[in-house]
Protein backbone atom coordinates (compact mmCIF):
# COMPACT_ATOMS: atom_id res chain seq x y z
CA UNK A 1 0.00 0.00 0.00
CA UNK A 2 1.41 3.37 -0.80
CA UNK A 3 1.75 5.95 1.68
CA UNK A 4 -1.27 8.02 -0.45
CA UNK A 5 -3.68 5.13 0.31
CA UNK A 6 -2.53 5.11 4.50
CA UNK A 7 -3.10 8.77 3.84
CA UNK A 8 -6.77 8.46 2.30
CA UNK A 9 -7.72 5.54 4.41
CA UNK A 10 -7.07 7.69 7.33
CA UNK A 11 -9.01 10.68 6.34
CA UNK A 12 -11.77 8.62 5.01
CA UNK A 13 -11.73 6.47 8.40
CA UNK A 14 -11.89 10.12 10.07
CA UNK A 15 -15.28 10.71 8.06
CA UNK A 16 -16.85 7.33 8.44
CA UNK A 17 -16.23 7.26 12.21
CA UNK A 18 -17.20 10.47 12.96
CA UNK A 19 -20.68 9.97 10.81
CA UNK A 20 -20.83 6.82 12.71
CA UNK A 21 -20.59 8.59 15.95
CA UNK A 22 -23.24 10.81 15.25
CA UNK A 23 -25.80 8.53 14.42
CA UNK A 24 -25.34 6.68 17.67
CA UNK A 25 -27.50 8.19 20.05
CA UNK A 26 -26.37 9.75 23.58
CA UNK A 27 -22.93 10.73 24.38
CA UNK A 28 -20.11 7.81 23.98
CA UNK A 29 -17.03 7.73 26.32
CA UNK A 30 -14.35 6.65 23.27
CA UNK A 31 -11.84 9.26 22.34
CA UNK A 32 -11.32 10.33 19.05
CA UNK A 33 -8.09 7.99 18.14
CA UNK A 34 -10.64 5.10 18.86
CA UNK A 35 -13.43 6.63 16.43
CA UNK A 36 -10.66 6.81 13.56
CA UNK A 37 -9.73 3.30 14.10
CA UNK A 38 -13.37 2.37 14.33
CA UNK A 39 -14.01 4.43 10.94
CA UNK A 40 -10.83 2.87 9.61
CA UNK A 41 -11.92 -0.62 10.22
CA UNK A 42 -15.62 0.26 9.04
CA UNK A 43 -14.49 1.38 5.77
CA UNK A 44 -12.82 -1.50 4.88
CA UNK A 45 -14.91 -3.63 6.09
CA UNK A 46 -17.66 -1.62 4.20
CA UNK A 47 -16.25 -1.92 0.98
CA UNK A 48 -15.34 -5.14 0.99
CA UNK A 49 -18.90 -5.63 1.46
CA UNK A 50 -20.10 -3.67 -0.96
CA UNK A 51 -17.73 -4.96 -3.74
CA UNK A 52 -19.16 -8.77 -2.52
CA UNK A 53 -22.22 -7.36 -3.26
CA UNK A 54 -21.64 -5.86 -6.39
CA UNK A 55 -22.32 -1.56 -4.98
CA UNK A 56 -19.10 -0.77 -4.69
CA UNK A 57 -18.18 0.70 -8.29
CA UNK A 58 -21.53 2.57 -9.71
CA UNK A 59 -20.86 5.56 -12.07
CA UNK A 60 -22.21 8.30 -9.51
CA UNK A 61 -21.69 8.35 -5.72
CA UNK A 62 -21.90 4.94 -4.39
CA UNK A 63 -24.38 5.92 -1.63
CA UNK A 64 -24.87 2.28 -1.09
CA UNK A 65 -21.75 1.98 -0.03
CA UNK A 66 -21.02 4.88 2.38
CA UNK A 67 -24.52 3.71 4.53
CA UNK A 68 -22.49 -0.01 4.79
CA UNK A 69 -19.66 1.93 6.04
CA UNK A 70 -21.54 4.37 8.36
CA UNK A 71 -23.73 1.75 9.39
CA UNK A 72 -20.51 -0.43 10.27
CA UNK A 73 -19.11 2.44 12.25
CA UNK A 74 -22.16 3.01 14.52
CA UNK A 75 -22.02 -0.37 15.05
CA UNK A 76 -18.60 -0.16 16.01
CA UNK A 77 -18.55 2.78 18.20
CA UNK A 78 -21.78 1.41 20.13
CA UNK A 79 -20.01 -1.46 20.95
CA UNK A 80 -17.10 -0.28 21.38
CA UNK A 81 -18.56 2.55 23.89
CA UNK A 82 -20.66 -0.49 25.62
CA UNK A 83 -17.63 -2.25 26.02
CA UNK A 84 -15.48 0.80 27.73
CA UNK A 85 -18.43 1.10 29.95
CA UNK A 86 -18.36 -2.12 31.51
CA UNK A 87 -14.86 -1.65 32.74
Do not use: N, Y
Not at 40 to 46: Q, R, S
Amino acid sequence: MEISGIISAIVIGIIIGVLGRLVVPGRQHIGILWTIVVGIVAALLGSAIAAGFGVADTKGVDWIEWLIQIGLAAVGVAALDRSRARH
